[in-house]
């Protein structure tokens, strides 16, 4: 027994799944996802073979025909239950029958009604952290890489997509299979379907956005930058590994930004704001194309090297398209938006530790921006001591000697040791990595836009309130980094004020939304609740909306609405989200 990653029952030294060939069906009447998988393994099976499962049934295990034994272990609140696959004699391979149940957590089953277009049914799944388990049986550690293919039978006329190759459909009785490729491994938790009223343009000569026919010509639009953002990191960080990069607009339920499912990035559909604006959420994804899809964080507890790296590179790319200056304005307000989470968990919490053992402790539940944006100012501070040239070598090299790999914190450790020596001397890399809080030497954001908004933010301080013509023409992360800052009870009569000078009665920015309504409802101006509402009933991006019900579960005059309000939602929310508002709810004694 020698397990490696507190979130899995995978036991590296029984081998290691290399394929998997899924049979799938999704079955929307019943809301099934019924599949057999053939798996193929990297050795022999010479002892018993343990896999993840939760809440999914297995009806049979057999391997070259003959019934194969397996036993469930113990439910974990956490883990979920192991499948201990126990006579499989020396076979390197084995099939699975299983269904994944209407608990699944990793599936969104939704009516017509929660679609843009209304008209028929969707399925998607969001495997990351450890979720792709409730889907089918695997090793669910981000360590473990295999390749796959798939059929994907849907009901017709839905369309299947997956973050894979497509190599075509056929159909029959009213039911189309749609054939996929992987042919690049991957770990369990970039495994990714969608079914639905799916359309699709193309964008670039490797690249084409995926939508329901209502929203794929303003998606079209929105990403038309993709071929330029591909190339500025291609000349950062090497050629493209994936062959393909599609994008793929879910409905409004999909409880993320975005998701970096290898091939077929998964998107909001709120990032879709007319001016192109929000796009850093693609840039980001698109970088952990090289920064987690390639080098990949061993487990959950190395999740910074995962989206600190990705935080630093998206913001390289959007320095080499829109300036560094707006690149630096980008990282004041990821650091605002730390320093916020920092204050939430609590100054010496382990959640503000780079790395900490999460053994017993769910990885979703102390998933927050401190991996992403202390980890990018980590990353900033050491390309700030040797230089940029030095460190782009620094990255080129340790993405070539680590792609389709995993690493741990503690082996990046010993690269730094090996590649960049001189910065051990000047900056405290076990304080940075281990410590909990926000080290001293921070290295400092400076860019005239940023000036810009302190001093507005100044003048508010003194009682001078911004007015329209002031800050018309700011940039869409001016406003929210000047939304940040401002206190989170003001007068009511400010709130008015800055709703009309930021125009925020009619923003289609769901972040200006989430930032003044927590403000709002913390203040007491009562006349925002119906439209905080409405955000929190249309939005199921977990990061806009969760700020909002907090404020609403902490404010003596808006608690009583807090359950309601869940209990309204809760049949269109993400099962994730949801939990997310409930845990909140609980926490809070409501
Ligand atoms: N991989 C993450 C999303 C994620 C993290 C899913 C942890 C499940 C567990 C994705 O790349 C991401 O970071 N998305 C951000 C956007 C970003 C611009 C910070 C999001 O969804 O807000
Ligand atoms: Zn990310």
Known sequence: MARHDPHSYTDLAQGRIRHIAFQLEADFAQRQLRGTARYLLDQPARGPFDLDTRDLDVRSVSSSGRAVRFTFGKEDPILGSRLRLSDLAGADEFTITFVASQAARALQWLSPAQTAGGRHPYLFTQCQPHHARTIFPCQDSPSVRFTYEA?????????????????????????????????????????????????????????????????????????????????????????????????????????????????????????????????????????????????????????????????????????????????????????????????????????????????????????????????????????????????????????????????????????????????????????????????????????????????????????????????????????????????????????RALESAFALDRTRVPQFLSQFFEIAIRSGYRQALPRAEDLITTVGRMFIIVPVFQAMAQTEWSRPLARPLLEKVRPRHHPITVLAMEQMLTQLGL
């Open 151 to 495: 059929e994907l039978r849907v009901p017709a006329p839905l369309v299947a997509a997956m973050a894979a190759a497509p190599m075509g459909s056929w159909s029959a009785d009213g039911a189309t299979a749609f054939h996929f490729d992987m042919p690049q491994p991957i770990p369990s938790y970039l495994f990714a379907l969608a079914v639905g009223e799916i359309t699709s343009r193309d964008l670039g000569p490797r690249s084409r956005v995926y939508a329901e026919p209502d929203l794929i010509e303003a998606a079209a639009w929105e990403f038309a930058q993709i071929e330029d953002m591909l190339a500025e990191a291609e000349k950062l960080y090497g050629p493209y590994p994936w062959e393909r990069y599609d994008m793929l607009v879910l409905p409004p339920s999909f409880p993320y930004g975005g998701m970096e499912n290898a091939r077929l990035t998964f998107l909001t559909p709120t990032m879709i704001v007319g001016d192109r604006s929000l796009t850093n959420l693609l840039a980001h994804e698109l970088a952990h194309s090289w920064t987690g899809n390639l080098v990949t964080n061993a487990t959950w507890e190395d999740f910074w090297l995962n989206e600190g790296w990705t935080t630093y590179a998206e913001r390289r790319i959007l320095g080499a398209i829109e300036g560094e200056d707006s690149a630096m304005l980008r990282a004041a307000t990821g650091r605002n938006t730390m320093r916020r989470a920092i204050q939430h968990f609590g100054w010496d919490a382990d959640p503000t530790r780079l790395k900490f053992s999460q053994a017993g402790i769910d990885p979703e539940s102390v998933v927050s921006y401190v991996a992403y944006e202390k980890g990018y100012s980590f990353l900033v501070r050491l390309e700030r001591i040797v230089g940029r040239r030095a460190f782009d070598a620094f990255t080129r090299k340790y993405i070539a000697e680590h792609r389709f790999q995993t690493i741990t914190t503690e082996a990046f450790i010993d690269i730094l040791r090996r590649d960049l020596p001189q910065i051990f001397g000047q900056v405290d890399v076990q304080n940075w990595l281990y410590a909990p809080g926000f080290p001293a030497d921070a290295p400092p954001f400076e860019s005239p836009l940023i000036d810009e908004v302190s001093n507005r933010l100044f003048d508010y301080q003194e009682g001078r309130l911004p007015r329209r013509e002031d800050v018309a023409g700011w940039k869409t992360a001016q406003t929210y980094l000047f939304l940040q800052y401002l206190p989170r009870v003001i007068p009511v009569d400010d709130c």
